[in-house]
Every structure is written in structure tokens, then in C-alpha cells.
């Protein structure tokens, strides 16, 4: 997603308690970051947060480390997670903002973390051939998910492009996934709990069905 620049975000985020200036000093180590021994899930492409906020909003009980590159993008999500929980009487206390390059995520996160769930939402389809590597389910990445989720951690994937679901199913059955449900038109299956990303709001909007799968790692 493109984001004009705002001049606000960074010092927005450099005030912010919960977003994180240094994020490879807590490599192996982001259960002292949250202060609590809570089960850590991960986003990464958060974009404007409204889907980590909720999550987090829904699930105190449980620690959220949300990825985007984009320091203009995540200084829009800290504004939204802030009315979010304001919104509802609540501080926000089990989130981590961080901006860095998934394609180097090995090194911000490891083994020791036991990352149990990880959500990618709407990546970048990357449809020339030449750049399929890129995208965020290709197998060159799931390997590097590999090195640092838990065991029988779960992968949560939706995309609104068919080219990039119907072929990164064979991607997480390569890198050694099970794939335990998968729906191409997700708000018209027996999912309950799903939550509307921006992106996915605006797809709806569209027409466009939302493809959707959940990958245990072996």
C-alpha cells in the first residue's frame, strides 16, 4: 500500500512506549519487551493496524508483534490502535509496533520467542514471474518463517488475487505445511471469528472475494 509521507509519524512513534526503536536488541528476548511470559503472535505487512488493534483489543491475554517497513504507515496504525482502545476504555499494553524488512524477519525474531501464529494479510501478489520471490508466502520465505516459529505454529493467510492463493498452496505444502482450512470466498464461509482488514473492507466493497487459508508448520 502507498502512504504519503507524514512528517508527524516518526515523531508520533519515537514518543509511543509500545513501538520499538531498536527491534534486533530484543532478538530472543521479546517475552522481556511485553513484560509477561503471554503467548506472542505476529503480523507482518501490518499496514494501518486496524487489524492488529482489533486483535489485540479482543485478546489481552496474548502479545502482538505488528511488521510493517513503512514508518509513515505504522504512524497512522499507532492513531488508529490509540482510538481503538480509547474507544473502549482501554491502554494498550500487548502490542509491539516495528518497522523493519520482512525480507530480514530471521533476524528480528527466533526459536526462543515461540511465536505460535503468524497472519499475513493482503501482501504484495509480486504477479511478473521474475518477482515471485518476493512474495510473502513464497517458499524462500516460509523457509525463513521455519527458522523461528514454534512447533505446529499456524500461518493465517488472506488475499483478495487468485494467482497468488491458488499458488501459494503448493508453497506452504513444499515448505512442509499442512494446510488445515481453506475457503476462496471467506465471508460466505463457516469462519466466525474473521476480522476486515482495511484492505479486505475495500475489496468486499468490490465484489471481490476473499480468499483465505490456516497452514500448521510440521
Known amino acids: 500500500m502507498r502512504i504519503r509521507k507524514k512528517k508527524w509519524a516518526q515523531p508520533e512513534l519515537d514518543m509511543c512506549p509500545y513501538f520499538v526503536k531498536d527491534p534486533k536488541s530484543h532478538f530472543g528476548k521479546w517475552k522481556e519487551f511485553f513484560n509477561n511470559s503471554n503467548e506472542i503472535e505476529l503480523e507482518v505487512g501490518c499496514g494501518k493496524c486496524s487489524f492488529v488493534a482489533q486483535k489485540a483489543l479482543l485478546n489481552p491475554d496474548k502479545n502482538f508483534i505488528a511488521v510493517d517497513i513503512k514508518s509513515d504507515m ?26 523493519f524488512n520482512v525480507e530480514n524477519i530471521d533476524e528480528l525474531i527466533s526459536k526462543d520467542d515461540n511465536i505460535k501464529r503468524m497472519y499475513i494479510n ?41 494467482e497468488l492463493f491458488e499458488e501459494s498452496i503448493p508453497y506452504f505444502e513444499e515448505c512442509n505445511f499442512s494446510i488445515d482450512y481453506i475457503t476462496r470466498d471467506l465471508h460466505n464461509s463457516d469462519v466466525t471469528d474473521n476480522i476486515m482488514t482495511e484492505h479486505e473492507t475495500m475489496f468486499s466493497a468490490e465484489g471481490i472475494k476473499i480468499k483465505h487459508l490456516k497452514a500448521t508448520m510440521l
Open 122 to 162: 493482503f501482501c504484495n501478489p509480486w504477479p511478473r514471474e521474475k518477482h515471485k520471490k518476493r512474495r510473502l508466502t513464497h517458499t524462500t520465505k516460509l523457509n525463513k518463517y521455519r527458522s523461528f516459529l514454534s512447533d505446529n505454529a499456524q500461518i493465517h493467510f488472506k488475499t483478495d488475487n487468485d
Open 74 to 99: 505504522l504512524g497512522v496504525g499507532r492513531r488508529n490502535i490509540e482510538k481503538l482502545f480509547a474507544d473502549n476504555g482501554k491502554k494498550v499494553n500487548n502490542i509491539a509496533l516495528v518497522a
